[in-house]
């Protein structure tokens, strides 16, 4: 059968258990504390019995007890040592930087014959509360949500549950307060150094061509997997056209470049049944190109080669791929890069296993096309290669222009309510107007309503 018992605490209120009344009432005053003192003259004076939920306060010793108790591994027999008073303190000299208070529930009702077993011994905690000098406060466990109760059974076999409600009032705490002013401080900075960053002009657009435009693109490295050997770094090279693209001196060092050596670790995919090495590297490169006119064609072309490398500084290439940025600027897109290997003679491959090394592409462009091939048909017949895994790459790309296609031609909806042949301004002119007209033959028509129509001269 359930029975219900229900009651508001207020902070570091003492409210009594049973066992702590029988304790008290039965010990020599002159064995007392100054504390028990004044909390067994409070009992008299009450002449309570003690209550199923009860309080242990931050003057209590049970709650410096809990607080002191810290335990630095799993074990039960966990002693003190030399390295835990160094960490902790010795628990003789700890200072709290709060103040906490226990709630707890007589769960083991002891007989009014048995001895008192100590502080907390006749009940179990339900709810530890931490006040901080910052008006802060810790709840564990926390407060209840969604009407789900916590539940325990009792030693003697019965089964509790129960509820943590906050029934103060919703008054914004000193926490939220600071975090409320640090948040507009934090905006009022954001916006300070948006004015000084926006104090300048902007930057001109490419020139001097007015068809001219500017490629921003940002890359990042985001990870391999799937490949045969672990330790991994990839290489990259950004191609374009020099005939169509300029890149300055100081974005030249950016076209070229290694990532760091990174370990991998089995991880599950949703498309594999078995784990998969992955190895994480989170690389990011930024470049800026012109060029006079946008082309067709001839966009940046990223290429990649992922390497091995082992504790016995033993190097090995473990993929070649390749990454154009055609149909994929302007915008922000992740990108997976299937990548291949070439394949030696046993030789070759024998040595590549104990010293290292193996067959590396002398040109990095042939992996699509290279850059000086000229025949008609282009052949890689009795090239051997074989699959290695796959890289993760994430682009950013904002392209900067004079001149903006019409809507038309970059094959967007336009709008009815917009013409296409009127700028923006004339459009918010026309509209005016327009309103304006609209508005005068309404009134007319509710002049006219009223009876008092205007009649205009004969011209």
């Keep these: 059968m359930w029975q219900t018992l229900t009651r508001t605490f207020d902070w570091q209120e003492k409210v009594f258990g049973s066992g702590e009344v029988r304790h008290l ?26 209550s199923p939920l009860f309080t242990y306060v931050h003057a ?17 027999s966990e002693g003190s040592s030399h390295l835990v008073e160094s960490v902790f303190g010795r628990k003789s ?7 906490a208070m226990y709630i707890l529930v007589n769960a083991n009702e002891q007989s009014s014959n048995e001895a ?56 914004v705490s000193t ?17 300070g150094l948006r004015r000084m960053v926006g104090a300048g002009d902007f930057e001109a657009p490419p020139g001097p061509s007015s068809d001219a435009v500017r490629l921003l693109l940002n890359v990042e490295i985001v990870a391999a997997k799937a490949f ?26 950016q076209l070229h470049g290694f990532t760091q050596i990174s370990v991998g670790r089995r991880v599950h995919f949703a498309d594999d049944d078995l784990p998969t090495s992955l190895a994480c590297f ?38 070649y791929g390749y990454l154009a940025l055609a149909g994929h600027c302007p915008g922000t897109r992740e990108h997976v ?51 290695a895994g796959q890289v993760k790459i994430r682009t950013s790309s904002m392209l900067h222009k004079r001149r903006v296609k019409p809507l038309a031609a970059s094959g967007y909806a336009i709008p009815r309510s917009l013409s296409p042949t009127k700028p923006p301004k004339q459009r918010s002119a026309f509209a005016l107007i327009e309103r304006a007209r609209q508005r005068l033959a309404e009134a007319k028509a509710s002049e006219t309503l009223k009876g008092h129509s205007i009649e205009r001269p004969p011209p």
Aim: proline share 6%; with cysteine.
């Design 116 to 171: 008192w077993k100590g502080p907390g011994e006749e009940g179990r905690v339900l709810c530890c509360i931490k006040a901080y000098a910052n008006g802060s406060f810790d709840v564990k466990p926390g407060f209840t949500s969604g009407g789900t109760p916590y539940r325990f059974v009792a030693p003697g076999g019965g089964v509790f549950e129960y509820t943590l409600e906050n029934a103060a009032n919703n008054d």
């Design 25 to 50: 009432l039965a010990t020599d005053p002159a064995s007392l504390s100054a504390l028990e003192s004044r909390y067994k003259t409070a009992i008299n004076t009450e002449g309570t019995s003690g």
């Design 175 to 191: 926490l939220e307060a600071r975090q409320q002013r640090l948040a507009k401080e934090l905006l009022t900075r954001a916006a």
């Design 93 to 99: 000299k700890r200072e709290f930087k709060y103040q």
């Design 60 to 76: 209590d010793r049970f709650v410096e007890d809990m607080e002191r108790e810290s335990s630095v591994t799993t074990s039960a």
């Design 282 to 319: 989170g690389h990011p490169f930024e470049v800026e190109l012109t060029a006079q006119k946008e082309p067709a064609a001839a966009w940046p072309i990223l290429y990649f080669h992922v390497a091995s490398y082992d504790r016995w500084d033993r190097c090995r290439p473990e993929g």
């Design 228 to 253: 045969q050997r672990d330790r991994l770094f990839v290489e990259y090279h950004l191609k374009y056209d020099d005939t169509v693209w300029e890149c300055g001196e100081q974005w030249l060092p």
């Design 337 to 387: 890069v299937d990548t291949w290997r070439p394949v030696g003679s046993v030789r070759q491959q024998l040595h590549s296993f104990f010293v290292g090394g193996g067959p590396q592409l002398r040109d990095v462009t042939y992996v699509r096309q290279p850059v000086d091939w000229a025949g008609p048909v282009l052949s890689k017949y009795g090239f051997r290669t074989q699959p």
